[in-house]
Every structure is written in structure tokens, then in C-alpha cells.
Antibody, heavy 117, light 101 residues
Framework: VQLVESGGGLVQTGGSLRLSCTAS????????MHWVRQAPGKGLEWISH????????YYADSVKGRFTISRDNVRNLVSLQMNSLRGDDTAVYYC???????????WGQGVMVTVSS | VVLTQSPGTLALSPGERGTLSCRAS???????LAWYQQRPGQAPRLLMS???SRATGTADRFSGSGSGTVFTLTIDRLEPEDFAVYYC?????FGQGTRLE
């Protein structure tokens, strides 16, 4: 199982960024996927979930209305479109696979997003 | 549900036993309580699921227990690679972490 995130970087407050996570080594279309973030020196925060088919999506309140998760089961890709970015969105963003009993059983290496004015 | 981990930092030596606590703000199903380990500069790694089931690659010196609102991760005979941050997790909520140093 391998999850590789990309698309991070420095963006101004109010700007947009699109993160991608490319999956390999497993039947991607059979697994729900998540995005989890970690602000510098802080703990883990779950932010979004997409079901295996893409039909069911959830967001944390902190990103609802600003972030959009999507997936492409042909390209084995899960994406996070982030709009109206704020300073408190600065974090390492991880994609993670949904495991048994709603765990995150595999994680990518993470990608840094820095929002600066 | 709010998960509160204690202590915030636990200072121990290799060979000792570590006991980490995770307290839920309301009774939860232990079947959905998981623990993760995060070493410096690395992504988190699933350690335990279903409260006490070790994930693939988790050494048997790690054990989980608990029910209701109080859950415990115990690490016997600490090895140097065990010194890390540990998070408990339930559904969409993580505890704030315990740093084992």
C-alpha cells in the first residue's frame, strides 16, 4: 500500500490550493479515504471522508463550505480542493485509507500547506 | 465525543513500562477505539484497533484495554523506537496526544 500526496505549498490568505493523493498497491475503489491534518507542533485533526464510490462525503466543521473532497477510481486518486484558505489551515495534510473499525490503516507521508498573509 | 489523553508527557527509560490513558467524554464502543504512534518527522502509524487488536507490525509488548470512557495503552519493556507521540482515536476525533520521552 502506498499513498503519495502532492500539491502543497505556500498560498496567501483567501487563496486556493488543490491537494492530490495517488494510491497504489491495493484495490483503491474498495476503500473509503480520508484527509487528516496536523498543524505545526499540534495534534491530529480529521477533516474529510469520501466513501469508496464517492457518493458519501463528510467534512469537519472547521472546513465545511471551504474544502471539497473528491475521488477518481480510474486514476486511483483522491483530491482535496481548498478554497478561502486561512492562517489556521497551515498544516501538514495527510491522506489516509479507511481501515477496519473506522481506523486509518495506511497514511501518506504528508504534504505541507502554509497560508500566509 | 472529546478524547482526553494523560499524561501529556511521560518520561521513562528503556526497559520500563509505559501506561498511557485516553478518557472519553461519554461512553464509547471500544470496538472503534484505536491508537496511533507518530515518530518525529513521520506520518502516524496505526498501532491498535478495536481497542486491543494489534495492527500488522505492532510488537506484542503493546497492549490495549478499557471500556466505557477509560482506555489504556500499555507498552511493556520500552525499546528506544517506542519513544514517540501516541494518539487515541474514535470515529472523527483524536486525543491531543501523549509524548513518551
Amino acid at each position: 500500500v502506498q499513498l503519495v500526496e502532492s500539491g502543497g505549498g505556500l498560498v496567501q490568505t483567501g487563496g486556493s490550493l488543490r491537494l492530490s493523493c495517488t494510491a497504489s498497491g491495493f484495490m483503491f475503489s474498495s476503500y473509503a479515504m480520508h484527509w487528516v491534518r496536523q498543524a505545526p507542533g499540534k495534534g491530529l485533526e480529521w477533516i474529510s471522508h469520501v466513501s469508496s464510490s464517492g457518493s458519501t462525503i463528510y467534512y469537519a466543521d472547521s472546513v465545511k463550505g471551504r474544502f471539497t473532497i473528491s475521488r477518481d477510481n480510474v486514476r486511483n486518486l483522491v483530491s482535496l480542493q481548498m478554497n478561502s484558505l486561512r492562517g489556521d489551515d497551515t498544516a501538514v495534510y495527510y491522506c489516509a485509507r479507511n481501515g477496519v473499525k473506522a481506523t486509518f490503516d495506511h497514511w501518506g507521508q504528508g504534504v505541507m500547506v502554509t497560508v500566509s498573509s | 465525543v472529546v478524547l482526553t489523553q494523560s499524561p501529556g508527557t511521560l518520561a521513562l527509560s528503556p526497559g520500563e513500562r509505559g501506561t498511557l490513558s485516553c478518557r472519553a467524554s461519554q461512553s464509547i464502543s471500544g470496538s472503534y477505539l484505536a491508537w496511533y504512534q507518530q515518530r518525529p518527522g513521520q506520518a502516524p502509524r496505526l498501532l491498535m484497533s478495536d481497542e486491543s487488536s494489534r495492527a500488522t507490525g505492532t510488537a506484542d509488548r503493546f497492549s490495549g484495554s478499557g471500556s466505557g470512557t477509560v482506555f489504556t495503552l500499555t507498552i511493556d519493556r520500552l525499546e528506544p523506537e517506542d519513544f514517540a507521540v501516541y494518539y487515541c482515536h474514535y470515529q472523527d476525533t483524536f486525543g491531543q496526544g501523549t509524548r513518551l520521552e
